[in-house]
């Protein structure tokens, strides 16, 4: 069935903490080959997230005023400290918030439309006190929806269809073609709306177009369009 954020998230997460430097934030993000990190405070709480665009976009507001001023240094003032626009400035006035988080509970496919709606790389995931626990980045996400038409019909014939009627179901054929699912063959009346439900929900699946007979005699069931979210099929 449908995979959850504890289950593909990565547990050993880089973090800064809202008094670290843009030099520190700069050398993590490069030591470790990533884009962005979480920032926690005392409690290992979430208070915001910084990317590489944060750190650009803040040089590239500060550079003109460093330009300006480099050949006018006052008595008794370093270079460093009047030609360096990192050197006073922390995590805390760097990173972006509120942080966008989810809940290591929550489905990998509802994690992905976040990031999509927030137009954001990671997800901090967060226990019930919010203190960080572990990290979703896209890849991570995009590793589920990565499975292969037989792996989605297997799971769709074995566990998914019987699950839905509470039985095992022989008279329903399950074919898959890029992650489009088409469910052909009879089914009692009131187990069409499920079965189709929880098919959608399965990750990797794109849409399903429903070709079944209801046994109550009301003739098969019109075909669903796809790709779409499951909140578009029958209840």
């Not at 593909?8 to 990190?37: N, P, W, Y």
């Not at 009692?188 to 399903?208: C, E, F, S």
């Not at 046994?215 to 796809?226: D, F, I, L, Q, R």
Request: with cysteine; hydrophobic share 40%.
């Amino acid at each position: 069935m449908a995979r959850i954020v504890g289950e593909v998230m990565t547990c050993e997460v880089v973090e800064a903490h809202q008094e670290t430097s843009f030099k520190d934030v700069a050398r993590l993000l490069d030591r470790h080959r990533i884009s962005g990190l979480p920032v926690v405070d005392g409690d290992d709480k979430v208070v915001g997230v910084i990317s590489q665009t944060d750190l650009i976009r803040h040089q590239a507001a500060r550079s003109p005023k460093v330009r300006a001023r480099r050949f006018r240094l006052p008595p008794g003032r370093s270079a460093r400290r009047a030609g360096d626009p990192t050197g006073l400035v922390t995590a805390r006035e760097l990173m972006s918030t509120p942080a966008v988080t989810v809940h290591p509970e929550q489905r990998v496919a509802d994690a992905a439309r976040m990031m999509e709606r927030h137009g954001v790389e990671r997800l901090p995931v967060v226990d019930e006190e919010d203190r960080l626990i572990g990290i979703a980045t896209r890849r991570d996400l995009l590793r589920v929806f990565l499975r292969t038409d037989d792996e989605i019909s297997r799971e769709i014939q074995d566990e998914v269809l019987p699950g839905a009627v509470g039985r095992p179901v022989h008279g329903v054929a399950v074919t898959v073609r890029d992650g489009m699912v088409t469910l052909k063959g009879d089914l009692d009346d009131a187990d069409v709306p499920r079965a189709i439900r929880l098919t959608y929900r399965v990750d990797g699946v794109v849409g399903v177009v429903n070709r079944l007979t209801a046994h109550s005699g009301s003739g098969p069931v019109g075909p669903v369009e796809g790709p779409t979210g499951p909140g578009a099929g029958p209840r």
